[in-house]
């Protein structure tokens, strides 16, 4: 039984691996464009200067899966075809692709590893007291816009939103995250960037909002957004060899993270394996815990949150709150290359 698995994100990894320990007869195959992992939530980190984001896919994967370096450029009836126009058969797919990366032209994005490197090195090259703009008020620009100002202390930083900056958090969470900005001399302003670069030296555009068009380009049911239609037990609606998992998959209620992507691909593949041993699959359901915003290094806020993903009344912020974000960052990378972990299920 051959098994293919597009993307080796959380979502990816995390399906493939749980697949090599419970899918013992199936011959398992990655294909993503790099060797690495890329840890996304840490591009902001990778970006400034202040930390990583990719680790080594060797150190990720189970031995018994094969990685094969490419694209997919479609997906056909029973094979894929790859950019270097090779084919690679299936009889199961796990479409994991996860996030696109598109920003208007002068801007750099922060959610995809190559444009996040070339901003790496052009904050590098900026002088001190050159202007940095920040686009988009969501939970990534807040920590790119914070990440830049504490790393690069001589640069200029203005976060651009158009919307409420952190309109996903709490009104007390919300209130802290501009106390932290503003400690850090981030200038916060409303407003809808017009795609002219302006008086900034340099511009990150943080809406990591885009997924990958592959599914609507191979034919698969998708919703306006380009992502993979599935049923509850997270099959494709129009392919029943298909799974999709993470960002790239129509699930309802679920927000684009990695606390979405890695309950997701566990359970995709644990209901994979079912259907290989001739059983059911089991229904979907993952209930929400919190969402974590770093705030540069030594910082963080905490917003708890209702299993419907409502934020409560509860947060909290400073060095226990940063040293509880790097704590789930590590435990999500562990998560996927152990795929060991366990999740709450969706409210009632
Ligand atoms: C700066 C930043 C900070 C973030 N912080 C947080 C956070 O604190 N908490 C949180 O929960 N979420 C956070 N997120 C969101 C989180 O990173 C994503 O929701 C998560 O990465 C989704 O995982 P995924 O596996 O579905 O997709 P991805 O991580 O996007 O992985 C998809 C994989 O598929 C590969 N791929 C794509 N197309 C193809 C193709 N055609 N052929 C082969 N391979 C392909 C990609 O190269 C990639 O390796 C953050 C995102 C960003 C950008």
């Known amino acids: 039984m051959s098994i293919v698995v597009i993307g080796a994100g959380y979502a990816g990894t995390v399906a493939a691996n749980r697949l090599a320990k419970k899918a013992p007869g199936a011959r398992i195959t990655v294909v993503n464009p790099r060797a690495e992992f890329v840890e996304r939530v840490r591009l902001h980190e990778h970006l400034a200067g202040s930390g990583g984001a990719v680790t080594p896919l060797t150190e990720m994967l189970n031995p018994r899966i ?6 997919v450029d479609k997906i056909g009836d029973g094979s894929l075809l790859l950019a ?7 009889e199961h797919l796990v479409y994991a692709a996860g996030g ?9 994005a922060v959610g995809g590893l190559e444009s996040a490197e070339r901003a790496r090195a052009a904050l590098a090259d900026l002088p ?5 703009t920040v686009v988009g008020g969501g939970l990534t620009g807040i920590e790119t816009a914070a990440e830049v100002a504490e790393s690069h202390p001589g640069l200029r930083v203005r976060l651009l939103s ?13 209130g802290r995250v501009h106390r932290e900005l503003a400690r850090l001399g981030v200038a916060v302003e409303r407003g809808r960037f017009d795609g002219a670069v302006g008086d900034a030296d340099l511009v990150l555009w943080a809406i990591a909002t885009q997924v990958s068009d592959l599914g609507a380009r191979s034919g698969l049911a998708v919703d306006a957004d380009g992502r993979v239609l599935v049923d509850e037990y997270l099959r494709s609606v129009s392919d029943p060899r298909v799974l999709a998992v993470g960002d790239g998959a ?23 394996a079912r259907i290989l041993e001739g059983a059911a699959p089991k229904r979907y359901s993952m209930g929400y815990t919190g969402q974590n915003v770093s705030i540069g290094r030594r910082s963080a806020v905490i917003q708890v949150a209702r299993r419907d993903d409502s934020p409560t009344r509860i947060w909290f912020a400073g060095r226990p709150a940063a040293a509880l974000k790097e704590q789930v960052c590590r435990l999500a990378r562990g998560a996927a290359r152990t795929a060991t972990f366990a999740w709450l299920p969706a409210p009632r």
């Open 128 to 132: 001190d007291g050159a202007r940095v």
């Open 66 to 71: 094969r990685l094969v370096v490419g694209t």
């Open 162 to 174: 158009e919307g409420e900056v952190g309109a996903s958090l709490g009104e007390g969470a919300r």
């Open 84 to 90: 270097d126009g090779t084919t690679l058969p299936f």
């Open 100 to 108: 696109a990366v598109t920003a208007p032209s002068g801007t750099f």
């Open 250 to 272: 129509a699930v309802p209620g679920a927000r684009l993270s990695c606390q979405t992507a890695l309950p997701q691909g566990a359970h995709g593949a644990d209901n994979l």
